[in-house]
């Protein structure tokens, strides 16, 4: 049961990963790659949105002009092979030009999320040691804070600021630039971890991952020709950057951008305007959706023929929604930014599907489960997810940029994740091992509670972890959001226990339920657990003082 890597009926991983790896991999660019070998029959390569209901479409062909332009300025600045650009960009053309034009030139390119404050951005530009950043006015003046900020490009610069104007630079600028031709560990993207559970750190992308990221579209996404396709995530962070701006755009695929604020109305218009019918997102953005009931599947109802969540553990409830409200099948994908995705239910390959678990080893990976010894473990046993880097030709992580990493053991990366392998082969998620809680002598894993929770119709979000306690070690705690016009009250405690109760067993109930307004959450929408569990060790400590 160690070796996961043929859930797929009539397909050898090993041999198709190789196949995948062997050819150009000593002159790669990832602008020619993502846009130049698409050009042709004026080829639609970006769909995209504005908040005030404006929009637009590119081509590769406008892409890749506007990317040579963009290039030349970039040199023009002493940028060159290796040097770091940054982008504090929403989602427009101009931050995909931007993207583009880095590349061409083999520099590398640092997302950063617009979500975030001057130190957030200011630690980020520090550890990479960026020579470039571009942005756009309304980011624009968080750059003022970040001491040691370097040169800015800025889409619509005022008058006297000092900033080079983008479309006034881009536009005296030479279309022809030669994409610079690079080997296949070459960087081509510089990314930062989400920071779950830690300072976040910078790790490089090599360029050979685009293979396997093109794989994730092609096996777990089922990207089709005919598919019109969507992917909620910013590009700010890894799942958007990877998965909704290289990998479908590796594919010769059109994506697609809505640059406004997320909400039930939107994303209906967005899936209505332009056909979507293949949809990726993260649960936390499906839990709001589905919240608002017929308003969001009415509308769109028939429209998706392939539904992908990533980011954390999808809640069975919302593949059941998905299923009985909008007839659409949605699949739970894992990943890390180290990683990539990993770990998937595949919308393109046939194999058995495990409610509730994260699915089986994407193609060139192979996935094992691991004790405190580092000893593989058999089917119902919970351990560390881990890859065996020996037997994963398209793992591509070899550690954090100028730091040490103890997630290499041996053979392995050790993911920090805590899992279970089933009997058929798939695996589920059990916990971020930190967030594990051992109660009474059980080790009993916080998503399942919060599935559980999630079920119960007064509940929109909850977040479980272990407080400290001398008599079980930890007791189960949830921090519960919800639902609109619903009251928190003991007697409603009391009832969400009692449901957790009949649908888990009983020493895996919250012995204690607070109802808050909202949860932690990294910018990109991961449950930080380890605040609120922190917060509970802080008032045990001061009142015991």
Known sequence: MGDYLGAAKGFNYQRSAAQALQGSLEALNACVECCDRHVG????????EGRDGSSAQYSFEQLQQASARLANVLKAQGVGVGDRVAGL???????????????????????????????????????????????????????????????????????GTGDIDFH????????????TLLGADSPFLLMFTSGTTGPAKPLEVPLRAIVAFKGYMRDAIDLRAQDNFWNLADPGWAYGLYYAVTGPLALGHATTFFDGPFSVESTCGVINKYAISNLAGSPTAYRLLIAAGSEFSAPIKGRLRVVSSAGEPLNPQVIRW?????GVTIHDHYGQTELGMVLCNHHGLE?????GSAGFAVPGHRIVV?????????????????????????????????????????????????????????????????????????????????????????????????????????????????AKG????????????QHVRQRLYAHAYPREIEFVSELPKTPSGKLQRFILRNQEIAKQQAVQA
């Not at 083999?106 to 470039?132: C, D």
């Not at 998905?322 to 909008?326: I, K, N, P, S, V």
């Not at 194999?351 to 409610?355: F, W």
Request: aromatic residues 8%.
């Open 41 to 48: 029959d004026n080829r639609i390569a970006l769909n995209w």
């Open 89 to 159: 960009m929403p989602r427009t053309a101009e931050l995909l030009i931007t993207v583009l034009a880095t590349w061409r030139i083999g520099a590398v390119y640092q997302p950063l999320f617009t979500a975030f404050g001057p130190k957030a951005i200011e630690h980020r530009l520090e550890q990479s040691g960026a020579r470039l950043v571009v942005t756009e006015r309304l980011n624009r003046a968080k750059l003022d804070e970040v001491q040691g900020c370097p040169m800015i490009i800025c889409v619509d610069a005022g008058e």
């Open 168 to 179: 006034r630079a881009v536009n005296a600028s030479s279309d022809q630039c030669e994409p």
């Open 322 to 326: 998905f299923a009985d409200e909008l």
């Open 351 to 355: 194999h058995p599907v495990h409610l």
């Open 370 to 482: 691991l004790d405190e010894q580092h000893n593989e473990l058999p089917a119902g046993q919970p351990g560390i997810l881990a890859v065996d880097r020996e037997q994963s030709p398209l793992c591509w992580f070899t550690g954090y940029h100028g730091l040490p990493t103890k997630a290499f053991v041996g053979k392995y990366y050790l993911s920090g994740d805590t899992v279970e392998l089933n009997s058929d082969g798939s695996i589920s998620f059990v916990g971020r091992s930190d967030d594990v809680i051992t109660t009474s002598g059980y080790r009993v894993g916080p998503f399942d509670v919060e599935s559980a929770l999630i079920e119960h119709a007064s509940v929109i979000e909850a977040a479980v972890v272990g407080k400290p306690d001398p008599q079980r070690t930890e007791l189960i705690k949830a921090f519960v959001v919800l």
């Open 486 to 497: 619903q009251q928190a009250s003991e007697a409603l405690a009391e009832a969400l226990q």
